[in-house]
């Protein structure tokens, strides 16, 4: 069965702080992996995609890191702001097919000062 | 560029009352579209998708149905609103590039059946 999960389910921290938030998947046959920021009230912006031969992506503040043997992902925000503040969503790609995304729970995120 | 609209942003209806949410896109051709529902605190579920005018998916059983009468138009509709109903709702639109499906999300809508 297709599956993302997403660890954890929320996170406080304090601005200025590093945070991991962690993406376990079951999809097959992979295709991509991508991390979304929602911002609350607002639709999923992309922060990062990678393929199968990619095992790190960054923009900005966010890293993204694949590991398609143990179908792992992990995104490290470094230095966190306010507006950093949003839900993190892992979405999995299979191959082929206009309906073929499975989507994380998500991870709240909350910076505080 | 390609841009997404939808609207309204927010909505209160009476629970047996009719919806219609719009989506329109714009600067792309033939794109994929859907229609997906975020519950409080929950994930991203799909409701319908369309791959061309008049062609509709439906993922789930439910109240609601959808419709494309234009390439880049996609509407969601309801005869009777259900307390259920009540979430936000994300159009997107997406392409098949080399297998890959990349999907873009419009800014949602609000709704509250009360």
């Known amino acids: 069965k297709n599956q993302v999960e997403q660890s954890p389910q929320s996170l406080i921290i304090l601005e200025g702080k590093n945070c991991t938030l962690q993406?376990?998947?079951?999809?097959?046959?992979?295709?991509?992996l991508r991390w979304y920021k929602q911002d609350t009230g607002r639709g999923p912006v992309s922060l990062t995609i990678?393929?199968?031969?990619?095992n790190t992506k960054s923009n900005g503040r966010y890293t993204a890191t694949l590991d398609a043997d143990t179908k792992q992902s992990s995104l490290h925000i470094t230095a966190s702001q306010l507006s950093d503040s949003a839900s993190y969503i892992c979405?999995?790609?299979?191959?082929?097919?206009?309906?073929?995304?499975?989507f994380g729970t998500g991870t709240r995120l909350t910076v505080i000062p | 560029s390609q841009t997404i609209h939808q609207w309204p942003a927010t909505l209160v209806q009476p629970v047996g009352s009719p919806l219609s949410l719009e989506c329109t896109v714009e600067?792309?051709?033939?794109?994929?579209l859907y229609w997906y529902r975020q519950a409080a605190g929950r994930g991203l579920q799909l409701l319908f998708y369309?791959?061309?005018?008049?062609?509709i998916s439906s993922e789930v059983p439910q109240n609601l149905s959808a419709s494309r009468p234009q390439d880049r138009q996609f509407i969601l509709s309801s005869k009777k609103l259900l307390l259920s109903d009540s979430g936000f709702y994300l159009c997107?639109?997406?392409?098949?590039?080399?297998?890959?499906?990349?999907?873009?999300f419009g800014p949602g809508t609000r709704l509250t059946v009360l």
């Open positions: 997107a639109w997406g392409v098949l590039v080399g297998g890959n499906n990349e999907q873009f």
């Open positions: 993406c376990n998947y079951t999809v097959s046959p992979f295709s991509n």
């Open positions: 990678m393929t199968f031969s990619e």
């Open positions: 979405v999995v790609s299979a191959w082929g097919g206009a309906n073929n995304l499975f």
């Open positions: 600067g792309t051709s033939n794109p994929n």
């Open positions: 369309s791959v061309g005018i008049g062609q």
